[in-house]
């Protein structure tokens, strides 16, 4: 059992306080501090404490029946299958979906074969895995995901009164819900760039700040100005507004179109580096690509609330099979202990705890981590002053 020392993402959407706060220390930092990475992900494995520099991933390979016990070791190979992050947006991230597991294999092959480097900025599958996520807000929380029902997009489309945007919009009245849907995201996203459409779109949503549909146009308004011209600000009107409050979260099945706005989260994800982008970023776009893993379901998103477990415990239920979270919170002078199904990462967002059921305990306090390896007998958590914790284990389902 090892307490981690984690990597800090610079993307230029992070916050300049929201991680530093959290691990307490000075804000606002010099430069934009977007994720905390918790895990043995090859671009920025955790490192493991006492243990002369060795990364998470130099463990796992070295000793991987160790490391991840044997069940994940025979359900996933050596490999810890999920990946936990603290994400702290200041600014809206890229449109996206992730592919499924057959998806990312053929992908991943394809783009190997065509000579194309893992680290390549113009690839789109950086490796075999799927990478479903559930983000679980530490505190407001907005996001865009999944399509809106369509009656309630056509109320808004008639709302913005463009008609070059009523008539692109057109499948939305004559075809199938799921149709229409991917007949008008692929026209919008393979309109120029920059594109007229998009500054009428978001012309008209400043002129009506109030009403019905406000937040919706304000947002349409902000993604503008961050991204003019770009087909994807008028794509992200087509998507549910969800607003999590702290505790809540959503999953995102392979295929799910999504836009984090704002806000601070945990997030666990499929370990896997695999983002099809359709805009709203300087990246690399694949639009082709991304059309093919849309999921057209519309309707609104569920949000996941955590179900108590113990008396300490509650666990947010996915169908996940790479990854399970669940939260602990502890009072003073309270123990906590479960089985192991797997390798662990536990993360501390408040209070300190101690792990025990290594040589020595592990003491925790915000923002820091640790790993529990999956062939460990056993391990336990307790608190002096109280604690909140985010508990990461591999999930239930079997891999596909």
């Known amino acids: 059992m090892w307490r981690l020392h984690d990597t800090i993402q610079h993307y230029a959407w992070g916050s300049r306080d929201a991680l530093a706060r959290l ?106 895995f799927a990478r479903p996520e559930l983000v679980c807000a530490l505190g407001p929380f907005t996001a865009l995901c999944g399509f809106r029902d369509v009656d309630q997009t056509r109320a808004l489309v008639d709302t913005l009164a463009v008609p070059a945007l009523r008539e692109r919009a057109e499948p939305l009245w004559t075809m199938a819900p799921g149709d229409a849907l991917a007949a008008l995201v692929g026209d919008l996203l393979t309109l120029p760039r ?44 087509l998507l549910n507004l969800v607003e999590l409050r702290t505790g809540e979260a959503l999953y995102l099945s392979a295929g799910r179109l999504h836009c984090y706005l704002q806000g601070t989260a945990v997030e666990i994800m499929g370990s896997s580096d695999n983002v099809l982008r359709g805009g709203l970023t300087p990246k690399h776009v694949d639009v082709p690509e991304l059309l093919q893993v849309l999921d057209r379901q519309a309707g609104p998103v569920p949000v996941v609330r955590p179900q108590p477990v113990s008396e300490h415990e509650a666990a ?33 967002t408040a209070g300190r705890a101690r792990l025990h059921g290594g040589s020595a305990p592990v003491s925790l306090g915000p923002g820091q ?11 336990a958590i307790d608190t002096d002053a109280g604690a909140t914790l985010f508990r990461a284990t591999v999930g239930s389902a079997e891999p596909e």
């Open 194 to 237: 920059p594109s007229p459409l998009v500054d009428a779109v978001v012309r008209a949503a400043a002129a009506h700040p109030g009403g019905p549909w406000a937040r919706e146009r304000a947002w349409a308004v902000r993604l503008g100005q961050h991204y003019p011209g770009d087909p994807g600000v008028v794509v992200a009107l």
């Open 369 to 379: 981590s640790a790993f529990v390896p999956g062939s460990a007998a056993a391990r």
């Open 23 to 128: 691990r307490g220390h000075a804000a606002p930092t010099s430069e934009p501090e977007a994720e905390l990475w918790m895990g043995a992900h090859p671009r920025a494995p955790s490192r493991l404490e006492h243990a002369e520099g060795r990364s998470l991933l130099e463990a796992i390979e070295a000793e991987p029946a160790l490391m991840l016990g044997a069940p994940s070791l025979a359900r996933f190979g050596p490999r810890l299958p999920f990946l936990l992050k603290v994400l702290a947006a200041a600014e809206p991230l890229s449109l996206q979906a992730h592919p499924d597991a057959a998806r990312a294999r053929e992908g991943c092959a394809r783009e190997d074969a065509a000579g194309l480097p893992r680290d390549a900025p113009d690839r789109s599958y950086r490796d075999p």
């Open 316 to 348: 947010y239920p996915t169908p996940a099979p790479a990854f399970a979270l669940s939260t602990l919170e502890l009072r003073a002078g309270q123990r906590w202990s479960a089985p192991l199904v797997g390798p662990e990462l536990v993360l501390c």
